[in-house]
């Protein structure tokens, strides 16, 4: 064999670990082989990560040796042995004596070597009767002589029989005794019978191999095209730049330098990836040339090699066309960018940036809020960036906005001429308002954008709407709405709770009369819906939450009187946030989290908290507890971790007196229900104190003793006016 041959042969022979021609090579299930020694070194504990995939794979019982043999690895390394020892390229030795004698022959069935009176011994043996010994010199002169080894029938690992059956049921290799055992009943036949028909299988499912070695090898040519156009276009960019700064003094070199890195960054990141592609093309093109190999050396395996590998190579064959279906339909384009000269000679001379069309559906824009209040700017950067998502630029671009829900408004766009566009609007209207951004006049991904502009709490005054049940409502205290637009509110002298649509509407009535029974109530207070509508009630006296579906069915409970982590006393206030369902726990002292379906998670503000009345959780996951004790509103992580907290005891501005209720709106805006001062408090995000309404009495827009307060989607308020028996609607401020 040629020296190049040789070592084409002997690098795809090799084990990748020890560089060596396999010895007893295992197959890992992610299908890459290795020696059973080397896989022995590799293994930590009961696991091996495959140093090429760096997927791991465990260990079997029985140890390394119980990985799948690679008989095909192993016969093409017993032909490459034998062909070089043949053609003289490596010693051969008698395989019999440990005599220096001359070899003179060679035994396909025994893959042995023998010298002359080996082979003699060998030849008129009765036990190795039949086997045709081939002489040496004959091998060497003949190349129709067959060289090939006879194939080894392998070995059931548990009974140490020959695998001569094959289980189809099992899609594997079985001996005899395996049949009347754990293959009983199952559909098995002999090798010899069912090989022919796997073999054909196999030959069909590795048909595509050919084609898809020339597929790749076309991707590979236009991948490596475009590689060389993009240098190509990097080194055009670099001339623009070059061009424009050399009017330019030498005072200001520094900044040229600086935006011809930024070009080779840019090439670089983006080359990058035409690298990563191309190498996942060669590797394929590798793949598939090995698969190639063991193709064509079904043709020559034995009927246990090709059924003990057949999973193995249909696996590998499935990757290999996923991967190959992958590589051809990605479209590979290169990168579109040049230098544009800035307008304004200070401070910045030029910057770089995509000179290709936008594309709308790739456009985004940043900062735009969800919530805003009615007369105050909102303001959003509009991006456009191309079909590779990289920011582009042209002059030609048009970039627009269009307002659908209010009156009028002004709308300003900025260009800041570097693919960025600064859109503001000022809107006096309250309400929903879609917010349209066009590129081109089409719309870009996420166009129309929905804002809620809502009031602001300087202006609350008188309620608009009093609801109390035609003058049954007992004693009103938490309020929850819904996702569906139903509300609720817990009715604690009354022992039960409200159900109202979303237009204040009664529909329904939970738990009728006083009790501890499944559905029924004594004194609830908190309330609150997780996501799928379902309503959670804190009932106080009884101690547990209990849970209702949407339709107010009862669902479960848990929480039960007690002082360990899993109980509650006297429960307050409550509300559902991502799965988890926050509960203040008056009379331990902390707040309680226990997952919707009852289990419990964990503590909140042991070390903080002495008699926690309500929880709120803003829109950065921020947890609120007020403390009627202390008077303070303590800051959490929804986690746990202690943040901080706000205000004071007393009857002046942003002070309080036994606050029973909290929330927080969309805009991150907190109400507090004040209960001694009769009144609401309203915070910003900061705890700076914004606003109060309300004051002692019965009239409108008065209170006695607010025990609750909530704010809807629409930015309504609903105050729960306890000793007035009623609820008071603000929705007209």
Same mark, same amino acid.
């Given at each position: 064999m040629a020296a190049k041959e040789v070592k084409k042969a002997t690098d795809n022979l090799s084990c990748p670990v020890c560089y060596q021609l396999f010895k007893n090579p295992k197959y890992l299930p992610c299908h890459h082989s290795y020696c059973e020694e080397c896989l022995e070194k590799m293994q930590v504990g009961s696991k091996i990560t495959?140093?090429?995939?760096?997927?791991?794979?465990?260990?079997?019982?029985? @140890?390394?040796?119980?990985?799948?043999?690679?008989?095909?690895?192993?016969?093409?390394?017993?032909?490459?042995?034998?062909?070089?020892?043949?053609?003289?390229e490596a010693e051969v030795k008698c395989d019999e004596c440990d005599e220096d004698e001359l070899v003179v022959g060679y035994c396909p069935d025994c893959n042995l070597f023998f010298c002359h009176i080996c082979n003699e011994s060998h030849k008129h043996s009765k036990r190795y009767r039949g086997h045709g010994i081939v002489p040496l010199a004959e091998l060497k002169s003949n190349k129709d002589v067959s060289i090939q080894p006879k194939p080894k029938v392998p070995v059931c690992r548990e009974h140490e029989y020959d695998l001569k059956h094959y289980c189809e049921s099992c899609d594997v290799l079985v001996c005899l005794y395996c049949t009347m055992k754990e293959h009983n009943g199952h559909d098995h036949d002999t090798v010899k019978k069912v090989a022919d028909k796997h073999?054909?299988?196999?030959?069909?499912?590795?048909?595509?191999?050919?084609?898809?070695?020339?597929?790749?090898?076309?991707?590979?040519?236009?991948?490596?095209?475009?590689?060389?156009?993009?240098?190509?276009?990097?080194?055009?960019?670099?001339?623009?730049?070059?061009?424009?700064?050399?009017?330019v003094i030498q005072q200001l070199m520094d900044q040229r330098d600086q935006l011809k890195q930024q070009v080779h960054n840019t090439l670089s990141q983006e080359e990058k990836g035409i690298t990563a592609r191309l190498e996942e093309v060669e590797c394929a093109q590798a793949e598939s040339m090995s698969m190639k190999e063991l193709n064509d050396a079904l043709e020559k395996s034995s009927d246990q090699e090709v059924l003990s590998a057949k999973k193995q190579i249909t696996d590998r064959m499935q990757q290999l066309t996923n991967k190959y279906n992958s590589l051809k339909t990605q479209k590979i384009v290169a990168a579109a960018i040049g230098f544009i000269p800035s307008k304004q000679p200070?401070?910045?001379?030029?910057?770089?940036?995509?000179?290709?069309?936008?594309?709308?559906?790739?456009?985004?824009?940043?900062?735009?809020?969800?919530?805003?209040?009615?007369?105050?700017?909102?303001?959003?950067?509009?991006?456009?960036?191309?079909?590779?998502?990289?920011?582009?630029?042209?002059?030609?671009n048009t970039v627009g906005v269009q307002l659908e829900g209010v009156i009028s408004a002004t709308i300003k766009i900025e260009d800041n001429g570097d693919g960025s566009y600064v859109a503001s609007f000022i809107a006096q209207q309250v309400g929903q308002v879609k917010v349209s951004v066009l590129?081109?006049?089409?719309?870009?991904?996420?166009?129309?954008?929905?804002?809620?502009?809502?009031?602001?709490?300087?202006?609350?005054?008188?309620?608009?709407?009093?609801?109390?049940?035609?003058?049954?409502?007992?004693?009103?205290?938490?309020?929850?709405?819904?996702?569906?637009?139903?509300?609720?509110?817990?009715?604690f002298s009354s022992h039960c709770v409200h159900l109202y649509n979303s237009e204040d509407q009664l529909v329904k009535k939970i738990g009728d009369s006083k009790g501890s029974n499944n559905g029924q109530f004594s004194g609830p207070e908190g309330i609150a819906f997780d996501d799928n509508n379902c309503l959670y009630v804190a009932d106080c006296v009884n101690h547990p939450v209990q849970k209702f579906n949407s339709n107010g069915d009862y669902v479960l409970q848990f929480g039960f009187l007690g002082s360990d982590n899993c109980q509650l006393k006297y429960p307050k206030g409550l509300?559902?946030?991502?799965?988890?369902?926050?509960?203040?726990?008056?009379?331990?002292?902390?707040?309680?989290?226990?997952?919707?379906?009852?289990?419990?998670?964990?503590?909140?503000?042991?070390?903080?908290?002495?008699?926690?009345?309500?929880?709120?959780?803003?829109?950065?996951?921020?947890?609120?507890?007020?403390?009627?004790?202390?008077?303070?509103?303590?800051?959490?992580?929804?986690?746990?971790?202690?943040? @901080?907290?706000?205000?004071?005891?007393?009857?002046?501005?942003?002070?309080?007196?036994?606050?029973?209720?909290?929330?927080?709106?969309?805009?991150?805006?907190?109400?507090v229900a004040d209960s001694s001062n009769h009144r609401v408090s309203v915070?910003?995000?900061? @705890?700076?104190?914004?606003?109060?309404?309300?004051?002692?009495?019965?009239?409108? @827009?008065?209170?006695?003793?607010?025990?609750?307060?909530?704010?809807?989607?629409?930015?309504?308020?609903?105050?729960?006016?306890?000793?007035?028996?009623?609820?008071?609607?603000?929705?007209?401020?």
């Open positions: 495959c140093p090429e995939c760096r997927r791991e794979a465990a260990v079997p019982a029985g @140890g390394v040796k119980d990985f799948d043999n690679a008989f095909f690895i192993n016969r093409m390394v017993d032909e490459f042995v034998l062909k070089r020892k043949v053609e003289g073999r054909k299988q196999l030959k069909e499912i590795t048909a595509p191999v050919d084609e898809m070695i020339r597929g790749l090898a076309e991707t590979h040519d236009n991948i490596d095209d475009t590689r060389k156009k993009m240098r190509k276009l990097g080194e055009e960019t670099n001339k623009e730049i070059d061009q424009h700064y050399d009017v200070f401070p910045q001379f030029g910057l770089l940036c995509s000179t290709a069309k936008p594309d709308p559906h790739k456009c985004e824009v940043d900062d735009i809020p969800g919530n805003s209040l009615a007369g105050k700017e909102v303001q959003f950067t509009i991006i456009t960036k191309d079909d590779r998502v990289c920011r582009c630029y042209q002059e030609s590129v081109n006049q089409e719309h870009i991904r996420g166009s129309p954008y929905s804002i809620a502009l809502r009031r602001h709490y300087t202006s609350v005054s008188k309620p608009s709407k009093i609801v109390n049940n035609s003058g049954t409502m007992g004693s009103p205290w938490g309020i929850g709405f819904s996702r569906n637009g139903k509300w609720a509110v817990a009715d509300i559902v946030h991502n799965g988890k369902v926050y509960v203040a726990d008056y009379s331990n002292g902390r707040i309680s989290v226990f997952l919707t379906n009852g289990t419990f998670h964990q503590i909140i503000g042991k070390q903080q908290l002495r008699s926690p009345h309500d929880v709120a959780i803003t829109s950065n996951d921020e947890l609120l507890v007020v403390d009627c004790t202390h008077n303070f509103i303590y800051r959490f992580t929804v986690d746990g971790d202690f943040i @901080g907290k706000f205000s004071s005891s007393g009857a002046d501005k942003g002070q309080l007196d036994s606050p029973f209720s909290i929330v927080a709106d969309p805009n991150d805006f907190i109400l915070f910003d995000r900061y @705890g700076h104190h914004i606003h109060s309404f309300g004051t002692t009495g019965t009239g409108l @827009g008065e209170f006695a003793r607010p025990y609750g307060v909530a704010v809807n989607r629409k930015g309504d308020i609903y105050v729960s006016d306890h000793n007035n028996k009623r609820i008071q609607i603000f929705s007209d401020w």
